[in-house]
């Protein structure tokens, strides 16, 4: 049975069935929580045909920064599942909570965008 904390994280980065958090690691001393992502499912869509694919292999494990959790940094860890499609062509899925080709989440980047447009209203308060 999995851990508390591995189905928690789970809810909280709202993951499909296809998607699980397989471990949680924190480094104390750099203030860094890991989050280990996992795609369990044997098909996934195709991003380029948006066809239900057989998952043909994995990427290489990339990571992404992610909403801080009690002021740690937090990045999401995955090793992407990559589809062969029926042109024969080989694509690495999107990630559940990453944006594509960046190596930020995209609830990370909303945060970032909401504060620029705060931060660029104040400027304009004091000029």
């Not at 195709?46 to 959790?69: E, N, S």
């Not at 024969?88 to 190596?103: A, F, M, N, Y």
């Not at 995209?106 to 308060?125: A, D, M, P, V, Y």
Request: with cysteine; hydrophobic share 35%.
């Amino acid at each position: 049975m999995r851990e508390f904390t591995e189905q928690f994280f789970d809810l909280l980065l709202d993951l499909d069935g296809n998607w699980r958090v397989t471990t949680v690691r924190s480094n104390y001393k750099d203030r860094e929580v890991f989050i280990d992502i996992e795609h369990v499912g044997k098909q996934a869509c195709c991003p380029k045909t948006f066809d239900l694919c057989g998952v043909y292999d994995r990427a290489p494990k990339r990571k992404w920064r992610h909403l801080d959790i009690l002021d740690y940094k937090t990045y999401l860890v995955c090793r992407l599942p990559r589809v062969k499609n029926k042109q024969g062509k080989v694509i690495t899925v999107q990630p559940p909570c990453g944006g594509s080709g960046v190596s930020i989440s995209s609830q990370f980047e909303g945060r970032l965008l909401i504060f620029c447009k705060q931060l660029k209203i104040k400027l304009k308060q004091h000029c």
